[in-house]
């Protein structure tokens, strides 16, 4: 899932037997409005059962590849293709989706939802990849152009056969190329990094770099690599031996990039698995019982690129307070980390059988390779000493197991939407694990503040440099000292991402440099520095959030770049005004309610359940 605009989320399900339908089949797209917590189902064509996505420079958003067409059981659609999976089902009326590339313009209430505009477009006689690709990568890059990298052709538990004879192909169930969206010529082409990590390299994690190379991450081998070129830089191992890629499926993000230094990028790896390499077994599936198998809690650092000019190594970080896979990061606006989801044992995907256990019946957990929800998040705050960064300490405790295809983003109010979980082939709502169709909303630490921001003129577009801008906040948006609210005020863009499958591609948090100016009626005046250049922060969508004392205001949706796939013009960065301070020590203790909140807390952090009937409604039932 993904957040389209200021009022609008947009989910994705595999094709399988849900009970909403549209046009005659089980619905798999949905559209849900924030505001009145209202779903309205959306047809899309082809299966989108783990496909890769991204942001566009103009706001749109871009899926590509997922799963053949497919029918009751999750069996092969009735139809099959030329690679021996599904072209289409009688029955779910899904076509194949191993190819295709379908692209969104979210709409808001104001436009006519109904039309072709606001709909899902994919048809593959117009637009598709020239590979399949089921469990691809995808990273957006400084022009807006995304490469697409890896993936299954078919599918199945690990990208491997075992013995595994054929790294590069697999006897043609792997797919070890990378391609551009758009193509502008370009031909799929053979990336090697894909051939070392045959097995292990599904989603791998990817994140543009300062340089304009890119780190990529995939088994426990890591490279930086120049895409235009296709050279790889070998960098060291993941230490420990534990795999964050699926299904390992470890919390991977990019740490906040903040101007102090220099947007140096410092990439977290926390959990996955540390399994050897046998038990991983193969397409079919694990050759051990993974629920048995306790989760990793290792966490670990990397600058890719070290300021100094050091080479770059991995560095241990705090480990999680517990081990788990299947957790995603959330790059909150105060500039913290949440983790949330996942299970303390064994791996995402789903099996009938294991090498251990040959029969379903004697599988304890239904389909599910994994046991032990984890269901109390935790913050990671990367400013903290080492040795005290992680805590949950007040945070409430989901009842709802949120294993394989849970997903979590970052809402303009700067909750977070909590949805999904169905390690199962189809639905089914009677297994240990069952399809979930309920929602959470998770009220980080900061909704306990009776007072938050309320910034004024937010520009639409942020652009690369350039002339520096003005935001407001009144004297009603803080308590005590002006002067010491405006120097702990920052100004950043949160882009959220890409939803699925416990990453969130795309996914960045830039401060950017502001200084300020205290009236002497004691609103404050930032004067804010433009984003400093593509690399850093791709072109594209992103909220803008101002925090006071680590306290965020709502966000407002930006537009970062010229909207367009191309070159974006780079500016040289203005000089801002220096910090002016009021002389007359003005204060204020105003406690009024911010009227855009969605809940009335009384403690640090709480659960709101969302109940959703097949994608169809949602209902606030209230805190817990």
Same mark, same amino acid.
């Given at each position: 899932?993904?957040?389209?605009?200021?009022?609008?989320?947009?989910?994705?399900?595999?094709?399988?037997?849900?009970?909403?339908?549209?046009?005659?089949?089980?619905?798999?797209?949905?559209?849900?409005?924030?505001?009145?917590?209202?779903?309205?189902?959306?047809?899309?064509?082809?299966?989108?059962?783990?496909?890769?996505?991204?942001?566009?420079?103009?706001?749109?958003?871009?899926?590509?590849?997922?799963?053949?067409?497919?029918?009751?059981?999750?069996?092969?659609?009735?139809?099959?293709?030329?690679?021996?999976?599904?072209?289409?089902?009688?029955?779910?009326?899904?076509?194949?989706?191993?190819?295709?590339?379908?692209?969104?313009?979210?709409?808001?209430?104001?436009?006519?939802?109904?039309?072709?505009?606001?709909?899902?477009?994919?048809?593959?006689?117009?637009?598709?990849?020239?590979?399949?690709?089921?469990?691809?990568?995808?990273?957006?890059?400084?022009?807006?152009?995304?490469? *697409?990298?890896?993936?299954?052709?078919?599918?199945?538990?690990?990208?491997?056969?075992?013995?595994?004879?054929?790294?590069?192909?697999?006897?043609?169930?792997?797919?070890?190329?990378?391609?551009?969206?758009?193509?502008?010529?370009?031909?799929?082409?053979?990336?090697?990094?894909?051939?070392?990590?045959?097995?292990?390299?599904?989603?791998?994690?990817?994140?543009?770099?300062?340089?304009?190379?890119?780190?990529?991450?995939?088994?426990?081998?890591?490279?930086?690599?120049?895409?235009?070129?296709?050279?790889?830089?070998?960098?060291?191992?993941?230490?420990?031996?534990?795999?964050?890629?699926?299904?390992?499926?470890?919390?991977?993000?990019?740490?906040?990039?903040?101007?102090?230094?220099?947007?140096?990028?410092?990439?977290?790896?926390?959990?996955?698995?540390?399994?050897?390499?046998?038990?991983?077994?193969?397409?079919?599936?694990?050759?051990?019982?993974?629920?048995?198998?306790?989760?990793?809690?290792?966490?670990?650092?990397?600058?890719?690129? +070290?300021?100094?000019?050091?080479?770059?190594?991995?560095?241990?970080?705090?480990?999680?307070?517990?081990?788990?896979?299947?957790?995603?990061?959330?790059?909150?606006?105060?500039?913290?980390?949440?983790?949330?989801?996942?299970?303390?044992?064994?791996?995402?995907?789903?099996?009938?059988?294991?090498?251990?256990?040959? *029969?379903?019946?004697?599988?304890?957990?239904?389909?599910?390779?994994?046991?032990? +929800?984890?269901?109390?998040?935790?913050?990671?705050?990367?400013?903290?000493?080492?040795?005290?960064?992680?805590?949950?300490?007040?945070?409430?405790?989901?009842?709802?197991?949120?294993?394989?295809?849970?997903?979590?983003?970052?809402?303009?109010?700067?909750?977070?939407?909590?949805?999904?979980?169905?390690?199962?082939?189809?639905?089914?709502?009677?297994?240990?694990?069952?399809?979930?169709?309920?929602?959470?909303?998770?009220?980080?630490?900061?909704?306990?503040?009776?007072?938050?921001?309320?910034?004024?003129?937010?520009?639409?577009?942020?652009?690369?440099?350039?002339?520096?801008?003005?935001?407001?906040?009144?004297?009603?948006?803080?308590?005590?000292?002006?002067?010491?609210?405006?120097?702990?005020?920052?100004?950043?863009?949160?882009?959220?991402?890409?939803?699925?499958?416990?990453?969130?591609?795309?996914?960045?948090?830039?401060?950017?440099?502001?200084?300020?100016?205290?009236?002497?009626?004691?609103?404050?005046?930032?004067?804010?520095?433009?984003?400093?250049?593509?690399? *850093?922060?791709?072109?594209?969508?992103?909220?803008?959030?101002?925090?006071?004392?680590?306290?965020?205001?709502?966000?407002?949706?930006?537009?970062?770049?010229?909207?367009?796939?191309?070159?974006?013009?780079?500016?040289?960065?203005?000089?801002?005004?220096?910090?002016?301070?009021?002389?007359?020590?003005?204060?204020?203790?105003?406690?009024?309610?911010?009227?855009?909140?969605?809940?009335?807390?009384?403690?640090?952090?709480?659960?709101?359940?969302?109940?959703?009937?097949?994608?169809?409604?949602?209902?606030?039932?209230?805190?817990?």
């Amino acid at each position: 899932m993904f957040l389209g605009n200021d009022e609008k989320v947009y989910i994705l399900d595999k094709a399988e037997g849900n009970a909403a339908t549209i046009n005659g089949h089980p619905a798999w797209g949905a559209v849900w409005d924030i505001a009145t917590q209202q779903a309205t189902v959306m047809d899309v064509v082809s299966n989108t059962f783990c496909a890769s996505g991204m942001h566009l420079p103009n706001g749109s958003w871009i899926t590509f590849g997922g799963n053949g067409a497919v029918g009751r059981g999750g069996n092969i659609g009735s139809q099959r293709n030329s690679a021996g999976s599904g072209a289409w089902d009688s029955e779910y009326q899904d076509f194949d989706g191993t190819q295709a590339i379908r692209i969104l313009n979210p709409c808001k209430n104001s436009d006519s939802l109904s039309s072709p505009k606001c709909q899902w477009f994919d048809d593959p006689n117009v637009i598709s990849m020239q590979k399949r690709r089921w469990y691809s990568a995808a990273e957006a890059l400084a022009d807006g152009s995304v490469v *697409i990298i890896g993936g299954f052709v078919n599918g199945g538990y690990v990208n491997r056969n075992y013995p595994n004879v054929d790294p590069a192909f697999e006897g043609g169930a792997a797919e070890p190329t990378y391609e551009f969206y758009p193509a502008n010529g370009r031909t799929a082409t053979i990336m090697q990094f894909m051939i070392k990590t045959s097995g292990l390299n599904s989603y791998a994690h990817t994140y543009l770099l300062k340089s304009g190379l890119m780190l990529v991450q995939a088994n426990v081998s890591t490279i930086i690599w120049d895409y235009n070129n296709n050279v790889e830089f070998p960098l060291p191992d993941m230490p420990n031996n534990v795999a964050r890629v699926y299904p390992a499926s470890g919390a991977v993000t990019l740490l906040p990039l903040k101007p102090r230094n220099n947007y140096t990028q410092t990439i977290l790896f926390c959990g996955g698995s540390d399994m050897p390499d046998y038990a991983w077994g193969d397409y079919a599936y694990p050759n051990i019982n993974t629920w048995e198998y306790p989760a990793s809690k290792d966490c670990q650092r990397l600058t890719p690129e +070290p300021p100094d000019g050091s080479n770059p190594a991995y560095e241990a970080d705090d480990d999680m307070l517990e081990g788990r896979t299947m957790g995603q990061f959330i790059a909150l606006p105060d500039g913290k980390l949440l983790v949330i989801n996942g299970g303390s044992n064994g791996t995402a995907g789903y099996a009938e059988a294991t090498g251990e256990t040959k *029969i379903y019946g004697d599988m304890p957990y239904g389909m599910s390779l994994a046991s032990g +929800p984890t269901g109390t998040p935790a913050i990671y705050d990367p400013e903290a000493p080492k040795g005290s960064r992680w805590s949950n300490a007040g945070l409430g405790t989901s009842q709802i197991a949120r294993l394989y295809h849970s997903s979590a983003i970052l809402l303009p109010d700067a909750s977070v939407l909590v949805a999904g979980s169905n390690p199962n082939a189809d639905v089914n709502l009677s297994t240990v694990f069952p399809t979930t169709y309920k929602a959470e909303i998770f009220y980080p630490p900061y909704f306990k503040a009776a007072i938050r921001p309320v910034p004024s003129g937010v520009p639409q577009t942020i652009s690369y440099g350039g002339n520096y801008f003005d935001i407001s906040i009144t004297k009603s948006s803080y308590t005590g000292s002006a002067n010491d609210a405006a120097g702990n005020t920052t100004v950043v863009l949160v882009r959220g991402g890409f939803s699925t499958h416990a990453m969130s591609m795309g996914q960045r948090h830039l401060q950017l440099n502001n200084t300020f100016t205290v009236n002497s009626n004691g609103s404050i005046t930032l004067h804010v520095a433009q984003a400093p250049n593509p690399n *850093i922060f791709q072109p594209g969508p992103a909220l803008l959030f101002v925090n006071v004392r680590g306290i965020p205001s709502h966000g407002s949706m930006v537009i970062v770049g010229n909207g367009q796939i191309g070159p974006q013009s780079v500016a040289p960065a203005s000089i801002l005004p220096g910090n002016v301070y009021s002389t007359s020590n003005t204060t204020t203790t105003t406690q009024s309610k911010d009227n855009g909140s969605t809940t009335t807390l009384t403690g640090s952090s709480t659960f709101a359940a969302v109940a959703c009937i097949v994608v169809t409604a949602f209902y606030i039932l209230g805190s817990q």
